[in-house]
């Protein structure tokens, strides 16, 4: 008997996909406090520790608390569509999930692919950066690790506003090994995971504030004048900078994906996941907005491009104690969003392989931990691959179009969900409302999500464009060639092992 052919946009039936949210055989043990410290884990990190004083020193100057506010307004309407989303499918996969039963397989595809993307270039560029911090501590103690084993293949040069990127005879060692360590914790278990994620949440927080309440009365308001500075060409200072900071500060607010990947192990996740969300998204932009303040105010704002730009602010009003300090607590900062990345995305990865498109042994939950400990393995490889060879600023960028794409994908979700099943349960709603237009709900927060997250991903496209026109073609044919594979792979494998094909067959 003849196989039906595959509809590459069947979708998922919603009563299916919350059925499979009680039998994932993982163990539900999150509640709020530790859904929003997850979020928290994942979103202050290297945004705030090192590609702030990036987007300062190329791009935005001290106006980059207001690239810090665009990126957290953008996040923040997108983080509203995850509350809808999450509280009426509380699934692993999140957006992945909700891409599948809202919008069919081969978009479910595409998003999970570039999530995949997204959540594996973050943890590299977070491993990058805890690499970065490691090294600047064990060399106040005069232990200095080899240039050669501390930077990637692929370098980053700034050239007034221009970024140019060439290869160098050099591998970054230190970014694996701290993705290797935090893939060990992961397996160990969810608890455990949590846990550790805590008390790095508390140290972390607590060094932030020590360094605003020490670096506040050290402040010379002469370093934020000109607020905005003029431009200088291209995204280099002036409103162009200050989106063009924006772009690449997007992707530092992520975390709120990894809590919406929880719902599977979440105590309730149609209440607590939510949440989860929008607290870590209200608090974690406080926080940016403030150390972002005080930084700007210590040091002037061209000096801060550099992987430690706090610990360089501290030592800079003579307090090379504290700048130790700020190291360490820079390190537990990176290493619980590293922590709460991985988490995410193998969880993300879990429940693409649990539909049949990646295979099955990436889906296995360990017998004893109860964790998809062959999936955290792998991503923790694959990302730390890409944080051997390649600079953070690159990561930064292909990490902010994906995360764009990802948010654009969940506010079309809401959009298909409120005009296909307008009387489904939603414990958690979008406000403002919408309307009707031809057939078709429109939501106001969600139409402007997806206008939010295209301000955020033009600038970055236009950049890399224009470097590829150039002749700098590293970042065009990383995305390209990452956009194929995943193509390839669907073609080849995912539509013919879809375990909704083989259900209709």
């Not at 944080?387 to 179009?401: E, F, H, K, R, T």
């Not at 464009?465 to 995943?486: C, F, H, N, Q, R």
């Amino acid at each position: 008997m003849a196989t039906k052919p595959h509809r590459p946009w069947a979708r998922k039936p919603i009563d299916t996909v919350r059925a499979q949210a009680d039998s994932t055989g993982m163990t539900r043990t999150l509640g709020p406090v530790q859904l929003i410290l997850i979020g928290i884990g994942c979103i202050i990190g290297a945004g705030v520790y090192v590609m702030t004083g990036t987007a300062a020193a190329n791009y935005a100057g001290p106006a980059v608390i207001l690239s810090f506010a665009l990126a957290g307004l953008a996040c923040g309407l997108i983080g509203l569509c995850y509350a809808e989303l999450s509280s009426v499918l509380p699934v692993s996969g999140a957006s992945y999930t909700y891409t599948y039963a809202v919008l069919g397989e081969a978009a479910a595809w595409g998003l999970g692919w570039m999530l995949m993307f997204e959540f594996g270039l973050a943890g590299s560029a977070l491993a990058v950066g805890f690499a970065g911090y490691l090294g600047s501590l064990l060399g106040d103690f005069g232990v200095h690790i080899p240039a050669a084993f501390a930077t990637s293949t692929v370098q980053a040069a700034q050239r007034g506003g221009d970024t140019s990127f060439s290869f160098a005879p050099s591998v970054n060692l230190v970014a694996p090994a701290a993705l290797a360590v935090a893939s060990l914790v992961l397996i160990r278990g969810i608890r455990q995971s949590a846990a550790v994620n805590t008390l790095l949440v508390v140290i972390k927080c607590g060094v932030l504030a020590g360094f605003v309440l020490v670096g506040a009365g050290h402040v010379d308001s002469t370093n934020w004048s000109p607020f905005i500075p003029a431009n200088e060409g291209g995204f280099h200072y002036g409103v162009p900078g200050i989106l063009r900071a924006a772009s690449i500060l997007f992707f530092a607010y992520l975390g709120f994906e990894a809590v919406a990947t929880a719902a599977a192990e979440a105590r309730r996740p149609q209440r607590d996941v939510p949440v989860g969300i929008l607290g870590a998204l209200l608090f974690s932009t406080l926080i940016y907005a403030v150390v972002a303040l005080v930084l700007t105010g210590l040091v002037p704002f061209r000096s801060l491009g550099v992987p430690d730009p706090i610990a360089l602010a501290v030592s800079a009003i003579g307090l090379p104690v504290v700048a130790v300090v700020i190291k360490v607590g820079a390190l537990t900062g990176l290493g619980s969003v590293l922590l709460v990345n991985t988490y995410g995305q193998s969880r993300i990865l879990f429940a693409i392989a649990a539909d049949g498109l990646l295979p099955p042994a990436l889906a296995a939950i360990h017998p004893i931990r109860a964790t998809p400990a062959n999936g955290t393995v792998t991503v923790a490889v694959i990302s730390a691959v890409a944080a051997a060879l390649l600079p953070i600023s690159l990561l930064a960028d292909m990490v902010s179009i994906g995360t764009a794409l990802v948010f654009i994908s969940v506010a079309i979700a809401v959009i298909r969900l409120r005009t296909t099943h307008p009387d489904l349960p939603r414990p958690f709603k979008v406000p403002i409302g919408g309307a009707w237009i031809g057939g078709q709900w429109i939501g106001v927060v969600p139409a402007l999500a997806i206008l939010a997250c295209l301000l955020m991903m033009g600038p970055v496209l236009i950049d890399i464009v224009a470097k590829a026109i150039a002749g700098d073609w590293i970042p065009l044919s990383i995305l390209l060639g990452y956009m194929l594979l995943g193509v390839g792979i669907y073609l080849g494998y995912g539509r013919h092992h879809s375990a909704l094909r083989l259900a209709a067959d």
